[in-house]
């Protein structure tokens, strides 16, 4: 075997071995160490925040852990009954990072290993981001907090606001800055919801400017492109903004007849934005989900499809061979709100239609090229009732119906929701359908509103009650 086969470490060990004149035995038992050493040197792809990159196209090159069904590797439950609604964070050495309602962010090696945690002291509503060494929490009074992801400790904090959350905002990190959104106390709503975008240096914590889209922004999650800031209203309405500034580069009205929408905008290497956002249907008096399609450069709109369903969550983006793009998301009506008495009450808040009354939530997966809106393969869930999986009255994560997809590099598409099933689909055979034999899934018993974290081997699936790794 040749030199370049067995790659420079090796043969420099080989070298040494010949000089040494070791023994063939111990040639053949030190080399093989030695290959597995270098092996496990080799960085993992990181998973930065809710999905995935700067892009929020939600998938990775990396091939993550295929073998669902077999079981979690290790899982973790978060103590007192804490919650849980951050997707999980990985880095370069496949150790996992998790922050908790309650205020506590956690780093675990990628077998489960505990090698810090830190109480920053508030809550932590929102899902944090990984750029450049540290670590970027918002707390609910909107006080930014920069953390050293080898140990925990805090490097600086900064006020951006008054208010962030209580629903689930991302923050997002490029270009020496760090941005998220949050409102000012006289505009603070207990279902949350922000006013204004919100930009701080990275290095220092510095304020840098603040922009007030149209309507309120929910479950915030935004895209850095070419040096520009894009994200979506909680109406569908679009925005571009220059990431230096704030100035407004184009925006786009929302839909006709919008109703709120949970999900976002997310982008694509191909120079295009999707949004996911919800429009009321008058022949039903319901809400259907809106999937559209935008250029980057000009906000332009490319193509727009009608949903079966309600779309409460980001889309996410992968790759069916180079420069070819499909763009898959998760629909269906958010589930009810437990109800203190009788025994399983609940308020169904999003029914699927008006006479719906047994809470019916069915749920669909649909994946379209990217290019020309075309549906290449859709998947129905089981059907679910009620109030999201392990949620109770004093135990509320009360999740959108799904969390944002997530997309390993060999196309699977990993989805979570409030049945606290993570399902993995993946049209192996190429004929438009999921087959039975196509589908791999794991039930944690709680409902997710974090969206699955992809790497090498792994899928760290973080459901309201704690955390699920699955390793190959």
């Known amino acids: 075997m040749r030199c370049a086969e067995l790659g420079l470490i090796f043969c420099s060990f080989v070298v040494d071995v010949v000089s040494h004149r070791l023994a063939e035995d111990t040639l053949e038992v030190v080399g093989t160490s030695l290959i597995q050493r270098s092996l496990s040197l080799q960085k993992a ?45 990985i880095d370069a050495e496949g150790s996992i990072y998790l922050s908790s309602i309650n205020g506590v962010i956690y780093k675990f090696n990628q077998h489960g290993k505990e090698l810090w945690q830190t109480n920053t002291g508030r809550g932590l509503p929102g899902n944090p981001v990984l750029y450049e060494n540290s670590l970027f929490a918002v707390q609910d009074d909107c006080t930014f907090l920069a ?37 000012d106390a006289s505009e603070q709503s207990n279902i949350g919801g922000a006013t204004y975008v919100v930009a701080m240096d990275a290095s220092n914590g510095q304020k840098l400017w603040t922009m007030r889209p149209e309507n309120k922004v929910y479950n915030f999650l935004a895209s850095v492109v070419d040096d520009s800031l894009l994200f979506a209203d909680l109406a569908g ?15 786009h009205s929302a839909p006709e007849h919008a109703s709120l929408g949970t999900g976002g905008l997310t982008t694509a290497p191909n120079g295009i934005a999707y949004v ?30 009608s949903l079966p369903l309600s779309a409460n969550s980001g889309a996410a983006i992968g790759q069916k061979s180079p420069n070819t ?40 997966a649909m994946t379209f090229d990217a290019g020309s809106g ?19 009255v004093d135990h509320l994560c009360l999740p959108d119906s799904f ?20 399902y993995r689909l993946k049209d192996s055979n190429g004929d438009g359908k999921i087959d039975p034999d196509e589908v791999d899934s794991f039930d944690t018993k709680n409902a997710f509103q974090g969206a699955p974290a992809l790497s090498d081997g792994i899928v760290a699936a973080a459901p309201c009650n704690g955390l699920f790794v699955f390793l190959e």
């Open 45 to 89: 792809h990181p998973w930065m925040g809710k999905n995935g990159d700067v892009l929020r196209q939600g998938s990775t090159t990396a091939v993550a852990a295929t073998h669902l069904r077999k079981g979690a590797a290790w899982n973790w439950t978060a103590p007192l009954r804490g919650l849980v609604r951050a997707s999980p964070v």
């Open 237 to 251: 309405g679009v925005y571009r903004l220059a990431t230096s500034d704030g100035k407004v580069i184009w925006s």
């Open 276 to 305: 996911t956002t919800n429009t009321k249907d008058p022949s039903i008096g319901a809400s259907r989900g809106v999937l559209s399609a935008y250029f980057i450069t000009d906000g332009k709109l490319l193509w727009q499809k």
């Open 147 to 183: 953390l050293d992801p080898s140990n925990g400790k805090e490097r600086w904090r900064a006020k951006g606001g008054d208010v962030f959350g209580p629903d689930t905002p991302s923050i997002i990190a490029e270009g020496g800055r760090v941005f998220t959104a949050c409102c």
């Open 325 to 364: 793009y499909f763009v898959t998301v998760a629909l269906g009506p958010n589930p009810a709100l437990p109800l203190p008495f009788p025994p399983k009450a609940f308020l169904d808040i999003e029914p699927l239609s008006p006479s719906t009354k047994d809470g019916l939530k069915p749920g669909k």
């Open 374 to 392: 075309e549906v290449l393969w859709s998947f129905d869930f089981p059907d679910w009732h009620g109030v999201a999986a392990g949620d109770t």
């Open 403 to 422: 969390a944002n997809p997530s997309i390993g590099g060999d196309g699977s598409v990993y989805i979570a929701g409030e049945s606290g099933v993570i």
